[in-house]
């Protein structure tokens, strides 16, 4: 344990809001350990040239440090604007900087997403197993929380979504496609009816937003469009990307949204003031004047997982299908023994989903070999599996 994680004994006396109370803060075990494959981070850093350019960006954005930055970043919502209009349907109009709105991650545009379109007497509505995170953010804006269930191929059904959606009436749902931690992608048709669905029965007889969550949206195997092709279509769509994966900017803290400006107008209310620093956005800016390369490894990251998928399933196991850069397998009767004897061997990979799976990320060729070295060892001398 890290002094971070350390938790006070006696927070008793803290005014601390009840919901709040004996609650551990989110986040992965943080390890040093040779092979880390447990957050989905790309294995694969920039280049000296994209660094180089990085550098000079901030160099730049500090002689003037002692200015805001500019608020509406007008440059990085240009540039991101221009990114996102790689996935627009032929013959459709490019995303537009007023479609466009950034914060520090994905994780912040969706809680400013809660802050201005949940609350007390709202609902947000998603279908587990589904991101760990958003009944935090529900919570944290004392929005009420209701999760629907997958299938057990962790594929949505349709009818019974939408008729959660018609009983709860919900001014938010939230589709992470690819699922984190399923991997699995949504069809077109499914993000179709369910913004339909949103629409007809939101909250104060106004429509609902369905968030379509495409963190992992680059990793989608081909022939999976991007939601960005239904903008034209539904208002009511918003569709969320991240530089935290992909694009191997985990450490940029740079998430953004693509939606009607009606959205991004009414997100500025709930926003802090200058809440991308100056660094922050001459960053990001130069990390997107180095998109092919840094989006390079994503073919090979794609293969990559493709084998993975193969191999898990020869040796046996269960394996969902995956659209993203991690891979969801079990079942295990002791899936916290795994994990630990793969961390054992170095190897970190994550102890999330239902019941009995793991989550493996997709390092490189040496990491991946060295989580199937690790795992045919944990699984043949110290775990008996249960099927
Ligand atoms: C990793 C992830 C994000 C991205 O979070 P950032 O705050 O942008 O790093 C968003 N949604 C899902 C489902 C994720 O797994």
Redesign the pocket.
């Known amino acids: 344990m890290t002094a971070a994680d350390a938790v006070a004994e006696d927070t008793g006396w803290l005014p601390l809001r009840a919901e709040l109370a004996g609650i551990a803060p989110y986040g992965a075990p943080q390890l040093d350990v040779p092979v880390q494959l447990n ?2 981070e790309n294995p694969y850093g920039p280049s000296e040239a994209c660094v180089a350019d990085i550098a000079e960006a901030v160099a730049e954005a500090a002689r003037t440090l002692n200015r805001y930055p500019d608020r509406e970043f007008v440059a990085l919502r240009t540039a991101l604007a221009a990114y996102l209009s790689r996935d627009v349907a032929d013959g459709q109009a490019p995303i537009v900087p007023e479609q466009v709105w950034a914060a ?7 809680l400013q997403l809660l802050q201005a379109f949940g609350g007390p007497g709202r609902t947000a509505v998603s279908f587990a197993p589904t ?1 760990s ?1 958003y009944p935090e953010y529900a919570r944290d804006s004392n929005t009420a929380w209701v999760a629907g269930r997958r299938r057990e191929d962790f594929a949505l059904d349709l009818d019974a979504a939408r008729e959660l959606i018609a009983e709860h009436r919900p001014s938010i749902v939230l589709l ?1 496609s690819p ?2 931690p399923t991997g699995t992608a949504l069809p077109p048709a499914a993000v179709d009816a369910l913004c339909t669905a949103a629409a007809e029965h939101g909250n104060d007889g106004r429509g609902g937003l369905v968030v379509v ?1 495409e ?2 949206g680059e990793f989608r195997r081909a022939g999976t469009p991007s939601a960005i092709e239904l903008l034209p279509t539904h208002r009511n769509l918003v569709v ?1 990307r ?4 992909a694009f191997a900017g ?1 450490g940029l ?3 953004y949204l693509a939606a009607d400006p009606a959205v991004t107008d009414a997100i500025r209310v709930v926003r802090l003031p200058y809440h991308l620093s100056a660094t922050t956005q001459a960053t990001a800016l130069a990390a997107l004047r180095h998109t092919d390369e840094l989006l390079g490894q994503v073919d090979a990251l794609r293969g990559e997982r493709d084998l993975l998928v193969d191999w898990l399933r020869e040796q046996g196991h269960d394996v969902a299908d995956s659209d993203a850069n991690f891979v969801l397998f079990g079942r295990f009767a002791d899936r916290h023994a795994v994990w630990r004897g793969l961390l054992d061997r170095g190897v970190l990979i994550r102890e999330t989903g239902p019941d009995g799976w793991l989550r493996v990320s997709v390092g490189t060729p040496a990491e991946m070999a060295a989580f199937r070295d690790a795992l045919t060892t944990v699984t043949t001398t110290v775990i008996q599996e249960n099927q």
């Open positions: 957050v989905n520090n991650g994905s994780n912040e545009v969706m991101y995170m992470p699922n984190n969550d963190a992992y969320s991240t530089m935290s994966k985990a803290r740079l998430g």
